[in-house]
T-cell receptor, first 110, second 113 residues
Framework: RKEVEQDPGPFNVPEGATVAFNCTYS??????FFWYRQDCRKEPKLLMS???SGNEDGRFTAQLNRASQYISLLIRDSKLSDSATYLC???????????FGTGTRLKVLA | NAGVTQTPKFQVLKTGQSMTLQCAQD?????MSWYRQDPGMGLRLIHY???????DQGEVPNGYNVSRSTTEDFPLRLLSAAPSQTSVYFC????????????FGPGTRLTVL
């Protein structure tokens, strides 16, 4: 089993739609969780950290479920500019290593 | 601040050649790491360093060497390039605490013929 798993997609959604991605992780000792965004042929950039109580940044909401070992990302009112690959990242659990999921590709259609 | 810089942006090698991918950061970050990204595989950790003089292996270290003589620089060496090392290589840096954002360089696209 991979340490961090994501549905690769693509998720094709119309503009204005709400879309959600999940990511599961296998190390129950993991401590830090992130969503990164990667545009085609570019470097990943932090979208948001994920906190235990859940957190929101504009149209983006991240949730953590430690009991089931998954994190989620909800995007409301999708824009064309949201088209990208979203990477789930997990860190901690006795190591400094950041473990990346393979990414979920989102296409927002006009 | 320039952030994380990588050189070269593109490189073509022949099998058996050696080369060094350069990575530098000007944010005084203790932690630096190298990843490779292949289609459908996500980013895989090659080597990482938690400070000058300290390095450790990641998930896919074979065929690569690293050193960390200064806080700023973290070069990745391919000793004898193989076609399986064709990939996009990203260098990243961050403060050591695990809840800190990683900052990535723009990447090096390497093709080994």
């Amino acid at each position: 089993r991979k340490e961090v798993e994501q549905d690769p997609g693509p998720f094709n959604v119309p503009e204005g739609a709400t879309v959600a991605f999940n990511c599961t992780y296998s190390n129950s000792a993991s401590q830090s969780f992130f969503w990164y965004r990667q545009d085609c042929r570019k470097e990943p950039k932090l979208l948001m950290s994920v906190y235990s109580s859940g957190n929101e940044d504009g149209r983006f909401t991240a949730q953590l479920n430690r009991a089931s070992q998954y994190i989620s990302l909800l995007i409301r009112d999708s824009k064309l500019s949201d088209s990208a690959t979203y990477l789930c990242v997990v860190n901690g659990g006795g190591t400094y290593k950041y473990i990346f999921g393979t990414g979920t590709r989102l296409k927002v259609l006009a | 601040n320039a952030g994380v810089t990588q050189t070269p942006k593109f490189q073509v090698l022949k099998t058996g050649q050696s080369m060094t991918l350069q990575c530098a950061q000007d944010m005084n970050h203790e932690y630096m790491s190298w990843y490779r990204q292949d289609p459908g595989m996500g980013l895989r950790l090659i080597h990482y360093s938690v400070g000058a003089g300290i390095t450790d292996q990641g998930e896919v270290p074979n065929g690569y060497n690293v050193s960390r003589s200064t806080t700023e620089d973290f070069p990745l060496r391919l000793l004898s390039a193989a076609p399986s090392q064709t990939s996009v290589y990203f260098c990243a840096s961050n403060l050591v605490a695990s809840d800190n954002e990683q900052f990535f360089g723009p990447g090096t696209r390497l093709t080994v013929l």
